[in-house]
T-cell receptor
């Protein structure tokens, strides 16, 4: 069964700290992997898209990694800000169909 | 312009009402999507339009009726909804349906409440 599993389910960190969110997938075939940020009640916003051959991709304070052999991805957030509080969703593109993870709810506390 | 615009932002409707959700993009994208998202869950795909033709219908009840009048507009007509249909309805667009290396842009959603 094609699945995308994320951990932790939720995370609370202090402002200014770093954190890493995990994504494991069993989707096959694999086209690309995306990380989205979604504020409560708003639409998702794309952070990164990574293809099979890409190991790392950065977007400002966000850095995504991909290990296609172990089917794992991570999203590292550096120097967190209050505005980073949101759900972060890992999405795998399987032959033009997006398979969504359940997301990690991140709360940044001052 | 990298925006997908959805209207209205909020909608409350009775179970006997007929209403429509609207979505617009001017990025030249030829694939447009409707998603339904319940609280604390990921979005669920409802419909995909590719080049203004319905490409995917994920077994959505007929009380939801999509329409793509032109390449920039996507509507979702609602009729005789149930309270369990209350959710955030998201529209998205992408260059094409293949989604290989291309961004999918989402609108801000319509928060629908059925009473």
């Amino acid at each position: 069964k094609n699945q995308v599993e994320q951990s932790p389910q939720s995370l609370i960190i202090l402002e200014g700290k770093n954190c890493t969110l995990q994504c494991n997938y069993t989707v096959s075939p694999f086209s690309n992997l995306r990380w989205y940020k979604q504020d409560t009640g708003r639409g998702p916003v794309s952070l990164t898209i990574m293809t099979f051959s890409e190991n790392t991709k950065s977007n400002g304070r966000y850095t995504a990694t991909l290990d296609a052999d172990t089917k794992q991805s991570s999203l590292h957030i550096t120097a967190s800000q209050l505005s980073d509080s949101a759900s972060y969703i890992c999405v795998v593109n399987q032959s033009h169909q997006l398979i969504w993870g359940a997301g990690t709810k991140l709360i940044i506390k001052p | 312009d990298t925006e997908v615009t959805q209207t209205p932002k909020h909608l409350v409707m009775g179970m006997t009402n007929k209403k429509s959700l609207k979505c617009e993009q001017h990025m030249g994208h030829r694939a447009m999507y409707w998603y339904k998202q319940k609280a604390k869950k990921p979005p669920e795909l409802m419909f995909v339009y590719s080049y203004e033709k319905l490409s995917i219908n994920e077994s959505v009840p007929s009380r939801f009726s999509p329409e793509c009048p032109n390449s920039s507009l996507l509507n979702l007509h609602l009729h005789a909804l149930q309270p369990e249909d209350s959710a955030l309805y998201l529209c998205a667009s992408s260059l094409n349906q293949r989604l290989e290396g291309t961004e999918a842009f989402f609108g801000q959603g319509t928060r629908l409440t059925v009473v």
